[in-house]
């Protein structure tokens, strides 16, 4: 197994290597606005340190969100191209799935990634690996009160939610736990099984590549111009 994963559904840009036992390479650069630019070098930079090669992959998978459109959609669609380029699957998992992951969290908490417009994207969990609900988008202060949180939306309005209720845990989906938590999906289920699971829509964390958006995208098509009477 040869795990290439990446997401571009926040600001970060981040990509990892993972053999199914662990991590071989992971970078990750912060920018919200160079998703398309940067992502490729950072594929070509992990690929690099971890010293194999494109053609060894033998599974592509990307942060499905939810995310502002032009970010995620970079991620999406690099990953159905590697992927049919390659000949092999390509898988999503919800961006804020690899957050909680990456928290190492055993305890019930909320997972929030900024959605801008003032509101964010939000889950909830009951552990590292269990969504029980989500992904939604609201106001920060509309998020239940009982509940600690990890994520950067989280961070950014803490005066809203309350400084107490922040833990230390990583504020993006790095790449390195997005690898890890699908490499121990697949290596759950035979291959033949991961690709009938996933594309039932029935498996609890992999899933089609495809975006979750919960909104529309900020971008409108242009309405008619008025009419200026003479």
Same mark, same amino acid.
């Given at each position: 197994?040869?795990?290439?994963?990446?997401?571009?559904?926040? +600001?970060?840009?981040?990509?990892? #290597?993972?053999?199914?036992?662990?991590? =071989? *390479?992971?970078? @990750? &650069? %912060?920018? /919200?606005?160079?998703?398309?630019?940067?992502?490729? +070098?950072?594929?070509?930079?992990? #690929?690099?340190?971890?010293?194999?090669? =494109? *053609?060894?992959? @033998? &599974? %592509?998978? /990307?942060?499905?969100?939810?995310?502002?459109?032009?970010?995620?959609?970079?991620?999406?669609?690099?990953?159905?191209?590697?992927?049919?380029?390659?000949?092999?699957?390509?898988?999503?998992?919800?961006?804020?799935?690899?957050?909680?992951?990456?928290?190492?969290?055993?305890?019930?908490?909320?997972?929030?990634?900024?959605?801008?417009?003032?509101?964010?994207?939000?889950?909830?969990?009951?552990?590292?690996?269990?969504?029980?609900?989500?992904?939604?988008?609201?106001?920060?202060?509309?998020?239940?009160?009982?509940?600690?949180?990890?994520?950067?939306?989280?961070?950014?309005?803490?005066?809203?939610?309350?400084?107490?209720?922040?833990?230390?845990?990583?504020?993006?989906?790095?790449?390195?736990?997005?690898?890890?938590?699908?490499?121990?999906?697949?290596?759950?289920?035979?291959?033949?099984?991961?690709?009938?699971?996933?594309?039932?829509?029935?498996?609890?964390?992999?899933?089609?590549?495809?975006?979750?958006?919960?909104?529309?995208?900020?971008?409108?098509?242009?309405?008619?111009?008025?009419?200026?009477?003479?």
């Amino acid at each position: 197994m040869l795990v290439l994963a990446f997401d571009t559904a926040t +600001p970060a840009v981040t990509a990892a #290597l993972h053999d199914g036992e662990r991590v =071989l *390479a992971e970078a @990750t &650069t %912060v920018d /919200a606005r160079r998703h398309g630019e940067l992502l490729v +070098p950072t594929i070509e930079t992990v #690929l690099r340190e971890a010293g194999v090669a =494109l *053609a060894d992959v @033998t &599974t %592509v998978v /990307a942060g499905t969100g939810p995310g502002p459109y032009t970010g995620l959609r970079v991620g999406l669609v690099t990953a159905q191209a590697l992927a049919a380029s390659l000949g092999v699957p390509a898988y999503g998992v919800c961006t804020l799935d690899a957050v909680a992951y990456g928290s190492g969290l055993a305890e019930p908490f909320l997972v929030a990634t900024d959605a801008r417009r003032k509101e964010v994207f939000w889950g909830h969990y009951e552990d590292r690996r269990t969504r029980l609900s989500g992904p939604s988008v609201d106001k920060p202060q509309d998020l239940p009160q009982d509940l600690p949180l990890v994520g950067a939306g989280a961070r950014m309005y803490a005066e809203v939610v309350g400084a107490s209720r922040l833990l230390d845990a990583p504020e993006y989906p790095f790449a390195g736990a997005l690898a890890a938590l699908a490499a121990e999906q697949l290596g759950q289920l035979g291959e033949q099984d991961v690709r009938e699971v996933v594309e039932s829509g029935t498996h609890p964390v992999l899933s089609l590549p495809h975006p979750i958006y919960l909104r529309r995208p900020d971008a409108q098509v242009p309405s008619a111009p008025k009419k200026v009477s003479t």
